[in-house]
């Protein structure tokens, strides 16, 4: 009875560990996908913070033009940094839609884990409920055991006492 008790104990305790590196790798993937969430609303920023310091700039610019026909080579010059604006923009958007997709892979690695960390969690109990079955069924063959034992020296107790 000690050999499957002994081994059902060191499964549990493997369940621990493994429940307990499960704990960690949730953990992990938590705050990677933390981290690319500020990631995403900092490039967010930024990028909002570019379209908005262009279209101020394009406002400033277009203004002092729009009455001087003669300026026609500064206001060609002026469309041509809107388009370099309007590149850069799109490199911005670029890069949040980047962070966007890290960040929900890392959603994805974050569910993994907590899943796994479930498997591992609904495992242990599952040990854990055997092991209680076998104590219970050690406890009960230790208390047979002493049981018949005490009637056996209730029997020889008699038969001493009956015997000439």
Do not use: W
């Not at 609904?122 to 230790?142: I, S």
């Amino acid at each position: 009875m000690q050999g499957p008790r002994m081994h059902m104990r060191k499964l549990l305790e493997l369940s621990s560990v493994r429940e307990q590196l499960a704990q960690q790798r949730v953990a992990a993937a938590r705050n990677l996908f933390r981290k690319r969430a500020a990631e995403v609303a900092r490039l967010r920023a930024e990028a909002d913070a570019l379209a908005q310091a262009h279209r101020d700039n394009r406002i400033a610019m277009r203004k002092p033009m729009i009455s001087k026909p003669q300026l026609r080579g500064a206001i060609d010059a002026i469309v041509a940094t809107f388009d370099a604006d309007r590149h850069r923009e799109e490199a911005a958007e670029r890069e949040v839609m980047a962070a966007q997709k890290k960040v929900a892979e890392a959603k994805t690695a974050l569910d993994h884990e907590t899943a796994a960390l479930a498997s591992v969690y609904r495992q242990k109990q599952k040990r854990q409920e055997l092991c209680d079955v076998l104590d219970d069924e050690h406890q009960r063959h230790l208390a047979r055991a002493e049981e018949a034992e005490q009637g056996e020296r209730q029997t020889i107790l008699a038969r001493r006492r009956t015997a000439p």
